[in-house]
């Protein structure tokens, strides 16, 4: 990458890109768990739930307010 597209992208002079998905679906408190198999999905969740006292809690930031 060239220093100066790099520069672009963090100045706003570059396009920003759509959201894959709404910011609503970021707020709340988040842990860290993972599965290989499908079947094991619903146990993972469980457990994690269970053990997770120290969520990442997202918030609304005082920028979104009115959106």
Not at 11 to 18: L, Q, T, V
Request: charged share 35%; with cysteine.
């Amino acid at each position: 990458m060239r220093l100066d597209s790099r520069r672009d992208a963090f100045s706003g002079n570059s396009p920003i890109a759509p959201a894959a998905f709404e910011r609503e679906r970021l707020i709340g408190r988040w842990g860290v768990a993972s599965f290989h198999d499908e079947k094991d999905r619903r146990r993972t969740e469980a457990e994690a739930r269970a053990q997770c006292g120290q969520a990442y809690a997202v918030s609304r930031g005082p920028t979104n307010a009115g959106r």
